[in-house]
């Protein structure tokens, strides 16, 4: 079966830390996003990364950085958390341009 | 700029009726893809269907079914007599095609489907 793992499910964090997001997958996908989920906002794209090394940013960047030193990893970083970057965050993969995203089962981060 | 629009916040059927859940796009391309996912309580987003904009054939799978209408910019999704099961929030997402590699998927706000037994 393939795929997507998330390194936590629940996480919870004090504001000005540095938080990393941990996700790998084992399918050799090229392309990997990371999406923050909200109530009645849907799913929001914060980055995402179509090879190693190159990133690109989604609809909501601010306050968030990520890392692909690796195919199968992909790191979501927060500099310095607050309280209104608490949320669930999705990370997923896919082989190219227009196939499907597979879904991690998602960090709910809390930051207080 | 793509969009996706799910005007259903929450819909709340009783088991065995037959529900609709609509979407709506925008979109300057002519070639896209349009998908519907499926989130049960679980967290893990599962993926139900994709469609390009040159196939407007309906299609079915078992209970379920996708009705895609160019001329309206809609992709809806029926589920023919409803479960337990099936109580879920489902996302429809837009992905264009001129990006090629680093296509972005954006998707709707979601509606989140309650099947009372």
């Known amino acids: 079966d393939v795929k997507v793992t998330q390194s936590s499910r629940y996480l919870v964090k004090r504001t000005g830390e540095k938080v990393f997001l941990e996700c790998v997958q084992d399918m050799d996908h090229e392309n990997m996003f990371w999406y923050r989920q909200d109530p009645g906002l849907g799913l929001r794209l914060i980055y995402f990364s179509y090879d190693v090394k190159m990133k690109e940013k989604g609809d909501i960047p601010e306050g968030y950085s990520v890392s692909r030193e690796k195919k199968e990893r992909f790191s979501l970083i927060l500099e310095s958390a607050s309280t209104n970057q608490t949320s669930m965050y999705l990370c997923?993969?896919?082989?190219?341009?227009?196939?499907?995203?597979?879904f991690g089962s998602g960090t709910q981060l809390s930051v207080l | 700029a793509q969009k996706v629009t799910q005007a259903q916040t929450e819909i709340s059927v009783v088991e065995k009726e037959d529900v609709t859940l609509d979407c709506v796009y925008e979109t300057r391309d002519t070639t896209y893809y349009l998908f519907w996912y499926k989130q049960p309580p679980s967290g893990e987003l599962v993926f139900l269907i994709r469609?390009?904009?040159?196939?407007?054939q309906n299609e079915i799978s078992g209970r379920y079914s996708w009705n895609f209408q160019k001329s309206t910019s809609s992709f809806n999704f029926t589920i023919t007599a409803s479960q337990v099961v099936d109580s879920a929030v489902y996302f429809c997402?837009?992905?264009?095609?001129?990006?090629?590699?680093?296509?972005?998927?954006?998707f709707g706000t979601g509606t989140l489907l309650a099947v009372q037994p």
């Open positions: 997923a993969s896919r082989s190219g341009g227009n196939e499907k995203l597979f």
């Open positions: 469609r390009n904009s040159f196939d407007e």
């Open positions: 997402a837009l992905s264009e095609e001129h990006g090629g590699a680093t296509n972005k998927l954006i």
